[in-house]
């Protein structure tokens, strides 16, 4: 799976995705610290503080697990923003990928890949929830703009990974075409915070063990 959760730029200047080794992994497999980068994501740069208040949690319990993240690349200090007493953090540029399948077969992640992987479904729901009690608020013209889609196909494995990648390149292209406009000052002042949920995967049983040539799985008569 991936976020386009924006990390770190490389030294060649070209932003790369970044894949989440154990230790990163590790750090993220903390509910609290899951729902700060969500905040970060979702308002943007803000202190301690001022999450804390979002959360619940005391500044000081904040700052120690944002620091946790900064340490592993997930979130950075916005050295622009604020001072040395009140410290600003943002999410790092560049988007994370969670091998998480793999992840998931081995002993010294598995746990804390599937915490990972749950509280990404769960935020997925919520955001969905809200967006279905919330949709009246913002007038036809937004909800006529939006879309919940639910496509069943029929596909080889070739077509399915076919799909992925043009799916996958419309969002880059979308991505590109935004580039650092927030960072720029050149971002209008209307735009709003938009999530896309892309899954593309096989539903039904599996096919037979040895291969394409063996008997397919049968369902109900």
């Known amino acids: 799976m991936t976020d386009d959760t924006p990390t770190a730029e490389t030294a060649d200047g070209v932003l790369h995705q970044r894949v989440l080794d154990p230790p990163a992994l590790k750090a993220l497999a903390h509910p609290l610290r899951f729902q700060l980068v969500e905040l970060l994501v979702e308002h943007g740069p803000s ?15 904040t700052s120690y697990h944002l620091r946790q993240l900064a340490e592993h690349g997930l979130i950075e200090e916005a050295e622009d923003l604020g001072s040395r007493r009140d410290r600003y953090w943002r999410v790092a540029r560049g988007g994370w990928t969670l091998e998480g399948f793999d992840l998931l077969e081995r002993d010294d992640t598995r746990d804390d890949a599937q915490m990972v992987l749950d509280e990404v479904l769960r935020a997925r729901m919520q955001r969905l929830r809200r967006w279905h009690r919330d949709a009246g608020a913002w007038g036809d013209e937004w909800v006529h703009s939006t879309i919940e889609m639910t496509s069943r196909l029929r596909l080889t494995r070739d077509e399915l990974e076919e799909l992925r990648d043009d799916l996958v390149a419309v969002i880059d292209r979308w ?47």
């Open 175 to 221: 991505r590109d075409r935004l580039g650092s406009r927030r960072d720029d000052g050149t971002e209008p002042a209307d735009v709003v915070p938009v999530t896309v949920h892309l899954d593309t995967f096989p539903t039904g049983d599996p096919p037979a063990a040895g291969g394409p040539d063996a008997e397919p799985v049968q369902g109900p008569a």
């Open 47 to 61: 202190t301690a503080s001022g999450l804390g208040r979002l959360v619940g949690e005391s500044s000081g319990s």
